[in-house]
């Protein structure tokens, strides 16, 4: 599983007279720290770890990688639940944690510069005395950073009216793979680069420096939970919701057994005897607010819920919420194993999968627990297993990969919100020819012509770029005619 | 200006066999009515137009061009103001205006599909049936196509609160400039090949089926005028909305000489001596917008505004907007000739670029009438000047160009929303290193290696794309150790 890291030792010297012994880990205890991200099946230890604190050892680090032709992987806070932050043994690992400064609250243009190590909620903490907040919250909001989230775009609860991270960062600094420093900015003309890069699992340069919007905090949030005699049910709440041109600010579904792994694990005392829950948050100006909440109670009751409670303080709100955080976890109370998958289906295909995952999980004996952001339309079934008992996790992969397939059938996708990665370069087939996929290799080409930032990421197969001659200096301005009619 | 179109007979003989006599244009009188799109400085004769009206056609069309090595050019409706669609004297200009399919609108998930001659009005006029419209309109949205919006990432008056066309376009397919018909889709995993399509005017391939969002009508729309005695105080509303956390619909504002020409073609009858008026538009729930309005009309009155009138009724509001979409073509009113500039500034520099613009004015004795989204810092300056006057063309191309130096130097860029196309590729290499412009051209080369999806656009000095083997045939699997240090 761990092959034993190669010797660096010569690129490890000039790290160390780089960083300082502080910023370089060569231990092999230490290193082993490193040796996965939030996706813990699987596992690399990194020949060498650094801890740059500005980009231009940023910068530095990733020059001597592309002149040793060493490959280099980022890793932010190591939340990531698709591998993307795998270390190679072969290669350097490049941890931004010690990039933490707020460089700039601006108030007026309301937007925040900040260091690729700080955290997501930090950012919100740092604009919460102007009013203003981060807007998008990943469940892992207080220990992840937003360098990883820009690497793997990012979503949370409140994106369904909020827009995921590629809505909120207006520009990037990054080093690019031949240890450049860059800006890449949202206003910028001509192709729009900053989209490519935010969303491409470090595959195309590391974040150095930030810019992200922040957003003014509502007048008004309320918190309604409902109860559901099963996720049908509460299917057709969300569908008629929506189909009133409501946009609530998060609106997520919990089944009967992610409710009873939650209540095991948090006591959050959902009431008693749902098939399913629903969590919709409504925020805005007061009067907004409360003309919305009217009409949402009124489609749940009517949809069949037989229990709402509503919170618009914010501990009851936080009571509602803590189920729902604490699901992923909480599972661990109830399975000694679980896969967390993440797909995502047009909402209106959300039932005819959910029956489809019910069946699967009949004909494999394994359970799934269903949690999951039901505006988007995006699922993460958690598949139960016992890691003690032969062939379960085999039965659990299966099912898994069966929930992703299932979700292409009905013309969804196979993440949602976590991320290629390493977990899932083998469905991408799924998704795309063989060609579509080379085009993408040659976008990344064009950042990373050595193939060295983050390789064996997203792609099945992974591509040279061909003769560096023929891509990066072969290139001749036009004659004058304008002809392109030369090869 | 017009050099005299090529011969290319063989492949207007093709061409015929694929559309048909009525699909295929060489007569030399009726190619001129295609020679310029809405930047009528540029000037091109296109040597063959044709007129599809199915992807298949396109897709043929684009194949006999890439297999003679011919250039072409796509073009909607002609309505860009930067010359994206100027055609070749030496290639085919592929005209999309007979693809006007509306294919489907599915309210249930809140989604148009439309072939891309299809103008931006009409799909809202097909939704509006269901009480939704499509957000994004550019001034032109009677005439352009949303072919042309997503060649451009085409902005518009109320772009501010729903974003640009970007935000609104779910998926596309497109022939690539290769003739091969493909599908990117925003929930598609890996890089984000469909951001960076979007606004890559023409270079990238061609849209030939577009899904779009539809968004709710709003319960209620809302549109306030305020006049102030100059622009100044009128900028200083702006940032109080804004800073009050309000995000209005959209926010325009006019200059006196704006106004002037505005009142001479279309009598809008603005409130007499104003310097500068406000147009701001409020829509949502009917208890937010009232509460908001409230705000909005103490805080124009508070920055200055000395006389305010407020519609909310579809002709009221209908007379209030009709000076500002009338701007552009009315100052024919008061100016022989004029240039429409398009650039950006971060909000909080308006006052100063508009004192250098008059400063400008006043050094070059050309005048400018100023009119922008002024919640987005986009500014549209018409630059007025005599044609018949001996070098009066001259400065007002200096004065137009200055104003986007004034906007690069106050952390703007050279275009807010028109894009680049022929007319602004010169002005690339400020905003941009060698090194960064042949990064976007790789971009380009992963999807047209030889050059031919509208050559000229965009980049200042087109470059080929290098052996095309070792662009697209070199690629190799990666050694099974991984290493991908082999150059």
Redesign the interface.
Known sequence: MTPAPADLSGLSGRFLAMLGPHGVITDPVRLRTYECDGLTYHRATPAVVVLPETAEQVAAVVRACHE????FVARGSGTGLSGGALP?S?GVLIVTSRMRRILEIDV???RAVVEPGVTNLAITEAARPY?YYYAPDPSSQQICSIGGNVAE?SGGAHCLKYGFT??HVLAVELVTPEG?I?LL?A???????L??F???EGTLGIATKITVRLS?EPETVTTLLAAFPDVETGGVAV?AI??A?IVPAAIEMMDALAIEAAEAAVRCDYPPGAGAVLIVELD?????V???FARVDAICRESGAFAVRVADDPARRAAIWKGRRSAFAAVGRISPAYLVQDG?V???ALPAVLAGIERLSARYGIRVANVFHAGDGNLHPLVLFDDAEEGAGERAELVSGEILDLCLEHG????GEH??GVD?SRY?PK??TA?????????????DP???SN??K??P??????????????????VA???????
Not at 284 to 288: L, M, T, V, Y
Not at 439 to 447: D, E, K, P, S
Not at 481 to 487: H, V
């Open positions: 040793t032709g060493t490959p190679r072969d007026e243009n309301r009013g775009n590629v809505n450049e860059v900015d206003m910028d003309p001509g192709y729009d680069l989209g490519a935010i969303g491409s003014r569908s929506i189909g041109g805005g100006p007061h009067a907004e409360a003309h919305e995502v047009p909402r209106t969804g996708s196979i993440t991320g290629v899932k991408m998704m795309f060609e579509d996929l080379d085009t993408m290799q040659l976008v990344r080409c064009a950042f050595r193939n060295l390789p064996g997203i792609f197969t992974p591509r040279l770029c061909g003769e560096v001659p023929g891509v990066r200096k072969g290139v001749h301005p036009l005619s304008g002809e392109a009619d030369l090869f």
